[in-house]
């Protein structure tokens, strides 16, 4: 019988210590959920930036991926009044000096149209919304 007390008290503090670090986590991911959220949106401007279609990278990839399947396109900041717009940022796809004319990659447009058309961009062709927004929603719809 005295094994079995001693491993029980061995249970009980041990299943208290892991019952404590998951309540802590909880809390501090409640206390430090902002600035997640702005830690990912600072990253993906950056990993925008790095985004080149002459590349293959994984950033690449993910960014065509992302905007395809979320049928997005861009971030909002508070540098843009569309979230395409962000684009104009990338250089590898703008470039040149002036941010009137901003390009888009081909996976920001809609499905068997071009978005670029006579170096020109027609915005009626390009995916509406935020990709962070769709991602953040996308995520929370499937989280339960």
């Known amino acids: 019988y005295k094994e079995v ?6 249970y009980t503090a041990i299943s208290v210590l892991l019952l404590t670090v998951l309540v802590m986590g909880g809390v501090m991911a409640y206390i430090f959920r902002h600035q997640v959220q702005e830690n ?8 925008l930036r790095k985004y080149d279609p002459k590349s293959g990278s994984m ?12 049928q997005c396109c861009g971030m909002m900041t508070v540098q843009v009044e569309q979230s395409w ?13 002036g941010l009137q004319d901003t390009k888009v990659p081909s996976s920001c447009c809609k499905e068997g149209v071009a978005c670029v058309v006579s170096n020109q961009t027609v915005v009626e062709n390009i995916w509406p919304g935020d990709c962070y927004h769709k991602g953040m929603e996308f995520l929370q719809g499937h989280s339960d």
């Open 5 to 10: 007390k001693s491993l029980l008290v061995v």
């Open 59 to 70: 950033v690449t990839w993910s960014w065509d991926r992302t905007q395809t399947e979320l």
């Open 85 to 97: 717009q962000i684009w104009r940022y990338n250089t590898a796809i703008n470039p040149g000096p």
């Open 40 to 47: 990912m949106k600072a990253q993906l401007v950056l990993d």
